[in-house]
């Protein structure tokens, strides 16, 4: 029986450490300098944002191709890569299914997903607002209250916002916050990756999903940025 637990923890082990180890890039006539790797987000969200030019793309698992590079090919044939999920399947012909890029453009964002097996894409717009609002806030968690980030002119991806952080007691969730794309909780909204994170600890951050939190464990005045296109938040804690 011991021996039994021994495997199965090292089954385990060997999984975790597989999934830890997994690396994906994307080439093709459609990505510039042919190869592209992908950012590792979180063991189950891997993203590529930046150029594309039409073409064919094809997800692989090594850097270069070779006898030992996977191929993530769509389940379905003509696939464009700007799309709302779309399954793959994992296999080594290399003339397999490729992925279509139907017009250039400076500003795609793909995720895979590779426990899920799918991939999503989207050709990325600025948006038109953006708030902060919640318990922390000086406006609490009240639509119509929320106060609103500064777009920069040269970068209209990027906002910034400097204001007072603090915990609110009285208040549901007084340390907690998130943005929000109108100055309500529908539809646009960006998160954390897990609930609670501390802003000045992740610069991670996804668009819409679970809805997770923000939190803060220090009060103070701070100053933070949010790169839409890059999916980055950065904060400072300035006073």
Not at 29 to 40: F, S, Y
Not at 94 to 100: D, M
Not at 103 to 129: A, F, M, S
Not at 146 to 174: A, C, F, I, S
């Amino acid at each position: 029986m011991r021996t039994l637990f021994m495997l199965i923890g090292l089954t385990a082990a060997l999984a975790l450490q597989a999934q830890q180890d997994q690396q994906f890039w994307i080439t093709g006539t459609a990505v510039p300098g042919n190869t592209q790797k992908l950012e590792m987000v979180s063991a189950n969200d891997f993203k590529y944002a930046g150029p594309l030019k039409a073409g064919e793309l094809r997800v692989i698992t090594t850097k270069k191709v070779g006898k030992n590079t996977q191929y993530l090919s769509p389940v379905v044939p003509d696939a464009n890569v700007a799309n709302h999920g779309i399954g793959f399947t994992v296999v080594t012909d290399i003339t397999s299914e490729p992925w279509q890029v139907v017009v250039d453009d400076e500003h795609y964002r793909l995720h895979v997903n590779p426990e899920r097996k799918t991939l999503h894409g989207e050709i990325c717009q600025p948006w038109g607002e953006l708030f902060i609002g919640g318990g922390a806030t000086a406006s609490g968690w009240k639509e119509g209250k929320m106060q609103l980030m500064h777009q920069q002119t040269d970068n209209p991806y990027v906002w910034t916002w400097e204001g007072e952080l603090k915990r609110h007691d009285g208040v549901e969730e007084p340390t907690s916050f998130k943005f929000q794309g109108q100055d309500r909780w529908h539809p646009k909204a960006l998160h954390p990756y897990a609930q609670g994170t501390d802003i000045l600890n992740d610069r991670r951050l996804r668009i819409g999903g679970d809805d997770t939190k923000w939190s803060i464990t220090k009060d103070g005045v701070y100053r933070i940025t949010i790169d839409i296109f890059n999916e980055k938040v950065q904060a400072e804690l300035i006073k």
